[in-house]
């Protein structure tokens, strides 16, 4: 399965942020949609960061204040990205391994068209799976009438 | 509307397509202990089971018995199946929101991805699509024709469905007599001339669709012999990488498998099967008639992508293949439905989950879902469609509970049925299809074979004297 799949049952946009928004405005967002993370664009609608709840306590450790700092003091710049064609499996390696629970999706021109968290991806294998025994278990079943 | 769904206002709900994920759907429905529900499946083909009975390969006939499960839900009281009767063609989406509270497009996946790339209108290219239908008896697809006095074959991805269609290129007529296969593709296929299959991935053996007792059945077909490419089938670096990584049996376990056919010698069998990686198709060539002669494929190596896959980049290495016949099977792809949103991207139904969405709101369709190949794309086994049905329908009743489904006019079984007995008088009941069932399974006995199918809406028809 490809991260397209997963796209295809996802119309709900992407909650996004402004590099010059507050660290409140990203948490008021992300408690609103119930989600662990925001991606961050620019004034051109380019990605420039990921910010996700971890980001922000990481960062209240050290800052007190953290809720008035600008999201681009608290994001992480270096975002991974996907691609419609990737395979589920390899995405799922790569955020485990490098523990990223959230990614951005991107198309050929590298606009945001929809993130996927590790949530979505082990849920897609968990059915996959579940899907491989149904189909399995319904021909025992057929065999044994 | 708060009584929908008890014993005086039943749910009443409408299912568009007969395949697993329309099954599924209805399963869950009838689930519902507390939930009094009635369920019409429609197709717009005489026959339900969608791609069970047309497209799994006819020498997978226990795949097929999956349809047992889905007999015994047709048999619930509150099930009626209306078979010949297509969205589009006899009822509108405006019909179905008169008559039911909610509707679920299960219409899977109707055509393919097409391959562009200069040569692909040559004649004798085709899509495995089509082939599939017409060998599995296909209505809509009996009358195609595939040249099969052609000796060289060639057939593009390397999925699930392109084992299929190789395999049934390679089987003898002995094989194939054993199956379902339509009577008159088990006839061309008796003649073909066809010797030398080639089956083109574009990536690695680490990177195949295809799953492994699909690969290791290739190697058991009567009258051929299976090769692979030594240089193409060892991993390179990346693969090998990715694989002690991932630390996947199964996925080592195919590796294995087509790494052993690289050690294959002839052994004297009829026809030879080849399966080639990090291969793409750049160009087809045509003869003066306009017919496929050969292929020129270009040689790939393999690159990480960001998110960690790897993907298929050309070097400057070409080759030219021979072949006169081409099969591509890289996929298949939904149809719009008129009158349902649709996401071209994806070729599937606009949806968040399976709520059909409205393109310029980015709001639920009230009382419209979408389950199976139309809502997810086309992929997965049958089983797949089940938990992805269930997702649906647990939205459905969601927005029954919310008291946001349709408020229709006509909620009453026996207005839906006296329209569509005006729109199209031919429809069949799942009675009906049990009748055709039975007489396929006759006539296979007669021969020894599974079942003989009836492969025309005519020839069902007179065989139930409704003609
Ligand atoms: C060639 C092939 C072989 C396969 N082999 C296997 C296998 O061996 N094992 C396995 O587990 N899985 C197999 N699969 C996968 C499996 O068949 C699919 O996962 C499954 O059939 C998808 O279910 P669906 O209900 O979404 O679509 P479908 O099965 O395609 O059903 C859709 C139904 O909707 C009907 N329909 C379409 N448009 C309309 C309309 N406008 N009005 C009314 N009705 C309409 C169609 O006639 C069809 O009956 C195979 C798939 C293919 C393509
Ligand atoms: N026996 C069974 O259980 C059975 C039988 C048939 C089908 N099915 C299921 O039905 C679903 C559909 O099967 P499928 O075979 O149609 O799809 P699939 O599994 O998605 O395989 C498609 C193949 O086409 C290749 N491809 C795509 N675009 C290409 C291009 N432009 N050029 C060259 N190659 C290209 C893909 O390669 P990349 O990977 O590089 O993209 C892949 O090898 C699958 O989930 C399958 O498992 C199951």
Sequence with gaps: MKVQGFLSTRTGGVVTIQPGQTIREAAGLMFQHNIGAVVVLDDQGRIVGI???????????????????????????DVVTAVPQDDLMS??????????????????????????????????????????????????????? | MSDIGTADHPLRVAIIGAGPAGFYA?????????????VDMYDRLPTPFGLVRLGVAPDHQKIKSVTAVFDRLAQKPNFRFFGYVELGRDLSVADLRNHYH????TTGAQTDRAMNIPGADLI???????????????????????????ERVAVVGIGNVAMDVARILCRTPEELRKTDIADYALEALSQSKVKEVYILGRRGPAQAAFTTPEIKELGEMEDADVFTIPEEVALDPLSEE???????????????????YANNRPTGKKRKLTLRFLVSPVELYGDENGHVRAMKLVHNRLVKSSAGSLRAEPTDKTEILQVGLVFRSIGYMGVPLPGVPFNQSWGVILNDGGRVIDPDSKKPVTGEYAAGWIKRGPSGVIGTNKPCAVGTVDLLLEDLQAGALLNPPHPQPEAIAELIAQRQPHFFTYADWQKLDEMEIARGEAQGRPRVKFTSVAEMLAALGKA
């Design chain 2, 124 to 150: 004798g290219h085709h899509p495995a699509t089509e082939f599939v239908a017409w060998y599995n008896g296909h209505p809509d697809f009996r009358d195609c024709q595939f040249d099969l006095t052609q």
């Design chain 1, 91 to 145: 995405v799922a390696h790569t955020m485990t391994e490098r523990r990223f629970r959230h990614l951005p999706i991107v198309d050929e021109q590298n606009n945001l068209i929809g993130i996927i968290s590790i949530g979505d991806v082990l849920k897609a294998q968990r059915d996959q799976y579940r899907g491989e025994i149904d189909t399995l278990e319904a021909q025992i079943m057929a065999a044994g009438t």
């Design chain 1, 51 to 77: 910010l996700s709840e971890r980001d922000i306590v990481r960062k209240a450790v050290t800052h007190d204040r953290v809720f008035d700092m600008a999201v681009r003091d608290v994001m992480t710049a």
């Design chain 2, 102 to 105: 909610a509707i679920i497009y």
């Design chain 2, 242 to 260: 990715a694989l002690a990584e991932s630390a996947d049996r199964g996925s080592m376990r195919k590796v294995e498998i087509i790494q052993s």
């Design chain 2, 26 to 38: 209805a399963e869950h429905l009838f689930k519902q202990k507390q939930l009094s529900v009635s």
